[in-house]
């Protein structure tokens, strides 16, 4: 299989627009120095604006005398700042919330994906479709794949060609729209997953560093009916949209079942092994065990994930119309061990079965080498953490908040269509960033108190963002598997270029982002929760 870095030199011709996105993003640095590059200029400006006496009035806290608390520009080059940046520096990358939300999960992720489970439970999905239900079930399991990370990619996509050529359909139809649902549906799920965990530990990271409202804590939860609605909306269109654009665009397909399929592709669709029905069987069973013990500590009595306090008075009484969500907060924020616990258990339960998991030691070096593939993470998080919390020291991140909030406040606009405008803003972006996280932990800062200013909750703030990066990830060059996708598509037709890729994928991107941005907005029009106990509206505490 061609790598990655193969596959960018292979259109080194590209011109219009197109060309011009892939040398614009090819000049932007590695995400990892881009953070550091951004610390440098936030030094500068933080210094400048000190210097200026740039200052906002507190929307929360007041001072002594009641008045509002003034918020001056600190300079990150005050004895103070370099102080904390150099003694606080394991701290700052330690407590940096996405980075222990993602490695748990990932420690769990890493046993399924590397038992075959993950992938085994794909290729069943997808092969026992009927044939004219194979675009919807491709598409469905593609955008519920995304809890599999890579295995989405690197397994379901050349599946997909694989069996819409034995169907007599097109293959790269079934590229098509299989990228569409891994990519495109990249936040779109049944259930809340890894990005979650990683999305909420940097909003929370935002939050806590605006200090506007201590208490809140990141819900994993938080946007999981919203998501399932992405899906039940992105899976019709990414239907339509194969069938009766991609397709016949595409002609009829006349080269055969495996014209096109390498050994690899072919050891994938052929491979069968004699338990690998007992594998999913015995995974399904250790899912069943897991939700039941979640179960039985959230439903049974004096359980430790129900807090029975958060409903009653100080005379032990049981306040009335109290939410049962405040009850259920340490239950949602138990989900991210749960997800840890439900992907490992599934994991080794087929591994045992289909021999991928002989023993405990083959558990260990799973979960080692899942580690190992989070280095780059790593390294990114530790730049991530310090811009984030260098951004609340110098005060930039609440000042620019509270600023841009009246700016918005100012020209009227109806905050359902700001959200429009922040969905927007985020699938340009993400043309030229591609990795979500650094994406988000840049915005975050910013956004994320400022619509909380406005009234929008942080559950809402995220789901925004997720539907503009999850749109136009299939349409730029820049995206970290669009090269992989261009060698599955040329092996089935050698003369497929890049701009034949992003034109196939062109009108998956402009209805999805039309369809997420007018979905959202709606959403938010009519007040509707975004998961459990989340509001997509927002009340600073007090009432401020």
């Known amino acids: 299989m061609a790598s990655a870095a193969d596959a960018t030199n292979t259109h080194p011709g590209m011109t219009g627009f197109l060309g011009w996105v892939e040398r614009s993003g090819n000049k932007l ?58 003694v606080e520096m394991p701290k700052t990358f330690t407590h940096f919330h ?11 992720a890493g046993v399924a994906e590397r038992s075959g489970f993950f992938a085994a439970g794909m290729s069943s999905a997808v092969r026992s479709a009927p044939t004219g239900l194979l675009t919807p079930v491709v598409a469905l399991v593609a955008m519920i794949g995304n809890h599999a990370a890579d295995a989405g990619y690197v397994v379901l996509i050349p599946l997909a060609g694989i069996l819409f050529a034995a169907a ?63 899906t039940a909306l992105y899976l019709p269109i990414i239907w339509y949209v194969t069938d009766k ?48 013990l979640w179960a039985v500590m959230v439903f049974a009595p004096g359980t430790p994930l129900i807090n029975e306090a958060a409903c009653l008075n100080e005379a032990g009484q049981r306040i009335p119309d109290c939410s049962i969500h405040g009850e259920l907060r340490p239950f949602y924020q138990s989900l991210v061990a749960g997800f840890f616990i439900l992907f490992l258990a599934c994991g080794w339960a087929y591994g045992k079965a289909v021999g991928t998991i002989k023993n ?49 406040q100012s020209t009227g606009l109806p905050l359902p269509i700001v959200i429009g405008l922040m969905v927007i803003f985020a699938g340009l972006l993400n ?30 703030a995220t ?41 196939t994928m062109l009108p998956y991107s402009i209805w999805l982002l039309i369809s997420g941005t007018v979905l959202i907005v709606i959403w938010f029009y009519l007040g509707i929760p975004l998961g459990p106990d989340a509001p997509v509206g927002y009340v600073l505490p007090g009432g401020g």
């Open 29 to 86: 640095p590695d995400p990892v120095f881009l953070f550091f590059y951004l610390i440098f200029a936030l030094i500068a400006v933080s210094v400048l604006l000190a210097a200026l006496g740039v200052s906002a009035l507190h929307p929360t806290s007041v001072d002594e005398a009641g008045n509002p608390e003034v918020i001056q520009a600190v300079s990150l080059l005050s004895a103070d700042n370099i102080q904390k940046l150099w």
């Open 98 to 108: 996405p980075l222990g939300y993602v490695l748990v999960v990932m420690l769990g």
């Open 168 to 230: 007599g359909r097109h293959p790269l139809a079934g590229i098509a729209a299989a990228f569409a649902g891994v990519s495109g549906g990249f936040s779109a799920n049944i259930s809340p997953g890894q990005l979650d965990a990683l999305l909420f530990g940097i909003t929370e990271e935002a939050v806590g560093a605006s200090a506007l409202d201590p208490a809140w804590g990141a819900n994993l939860a938080g946007n999981w009916y919203f998501i399932a609605a992405m």
């Open 245 to 292: 654009v991609i397709e016949p665009r595409l002609g009829p397909w006349t080269g055969g079942a495996s014209a096109g399929a390498s050994d690899t592709d072919r050891a994938i669709e052929e491979a069968s092994p004699e338990n690998a029905g007992k594998g999913l069987r015995n995974a399904g069973l250790a899912a069943l065990g897991v939700v039941a």
């Open 360 to 408: 405990h030691r083959d558990l260990v070096n799973m979960m080692a080498e899942a580690m190992k593939d989070m280095g780059y993470y790593l390294v990114l998080a530790f730049a991530a953490a310090h811009f984030v919390a260098m951004f609340a020291w110098s005060n930039l991140g609440l000042i620019s908040a509270v600023h841009g909030a009246a700016a918005i």
């Open 431 to 460: 043309l030229f960033v591609g990795s979500a996280s650094a994406k988000w932990a840049l915005l975050a800062p910013i956004l994320v108190p400022m619509l909380m200013l406005l009234g929008i909750s942080p559950e809402g």
């Open 463 to 503: 789901a925004a963002y997720r539907v503009g990066d999850s749109a136009t990830n299939i349409i730029t060059p820049l995206m970290v598997y669009f090269p992989l996708i261009l060698i599955f598509a040329q092996r089935w037709v050698p003369s497929f270029g890049l701009g034949s890729l992003t034109a």
